[in-house]
């Protein structure tokens, strides 16, 4: 069974920083791309970023471009996403998702975690 | 970059037939995916690939994508079924791929 395991959140003040952390297991995690979305209150689903099996390839929203950073570790089966120069505006549940129903087409989330809020206020 | 419009809000009697559309230039080039979201959960898989079902989701949900519109629909609808649907595609039509998601739409069983 796919588990991911998302952990990090809090409260920030604006301009600062948080690392995101995702805890994948039940699936080979290095073969599979993985993608960071993030629901704003009330709103609805907004993609991030994500990041090839490798590593070697990385994706952002206009959003989010130069401010954060996805990454993996594929020996420790962990997806990451620093965030930094944060603003009121990416206050969201973040979740991290698996992308592909096999991993040469990573089009489509087939799995998520549960989400870790993050506050962005003075 | 690509835009998905679905309604806000669509309502059903149980035991009837929901539709839930989702609006997209030529998105019948696409391929579609839908996740079903209950409050205070995480989105869950419903279809992908305009028509096909993860395992463990019932019959009563499938889809159909053409033109400029795809549909979700749900038949037999149960109180059960009551949550966010959002359609979902993956575009490269810009300088970067882009994972699009339309707005959203709320089922409520009557």
């Known amino acids: 069974e796919v588990q991911l395991l998302e952990s990090g959140g809090g409260l920030v003040q604006p301009g600062g920083s948080l690392r995101l952390s995702c805890a994948a297991s039940?699936?080979?995690?290095?073969?599979?791309?993985m993608s960071w979305v993030r629901q704003a209150p009330g709103k609805g689903l907004e993609w991030v970023s994500a990041?090839?099996?490798?590593?070697?390839?990385?994706y952002y929203a206009d959003s989010v471009k130069g401010r954060f950073t996805i990454s993996r570790d594929n020996s420790k089966n962990t997806l990451y996403l620093q965030m930094n120069s944060l603003r009121a505006e990416d206050t969201a549940v973040y979740y991290c998702?698996?992308?592909?129903?096999?991993?040469?087409?990573?089009?489509?989330?087939?799995?998520w975690g549960q989400g870790t809020t993050v506050t962005v206020s003075s | 970059s690509y835009v998905l419009t679905q309604p806000p809000s669509v309502s059903v009697a149980p035991g009837k037939t929901a539709r839930i559309t989702c609006g997209g230039n030529n998105i019948g080039s696409k391929s579609v995916h839908w996740y079903q979201q209950k409050p205070g959960q995480a989105p869950v898989l419903v279809i992908y690939?305009?028509?096909d079902r993860p395992s463990g989701i019932p019959e009563r949900f499938s889809g159909s994508n053409s033109g400029n519109t795809a549909t979700l629909t749900i038949s037999r609808v149960e109180a059960g079924d009551e949550a966010d649907y959002y359609c979902?595609?993956?575009?490269?039509?810009?300088?970067?791929?882009?994972?699009?998601f339309g707005g959203g739409t709320k089922l409520t069983v009557l």
């Open positions: 998702a698996k992308a592909g129903i096999v991993p040469a087409n990573p089009w489509v989330f087939t799995a």
């Open positions: 690939y305009d028509s």
């Open positions: 979902q595609v993956w575009d490269s039509s810009s300088d970067h791929p882009d994972w699009v």
């Open positions: 990041i090839s099996g490798s590593g070697g390839s990385t």
């Open positions: 039940g699936f080979t995690f290095s073969s599979y791309a």
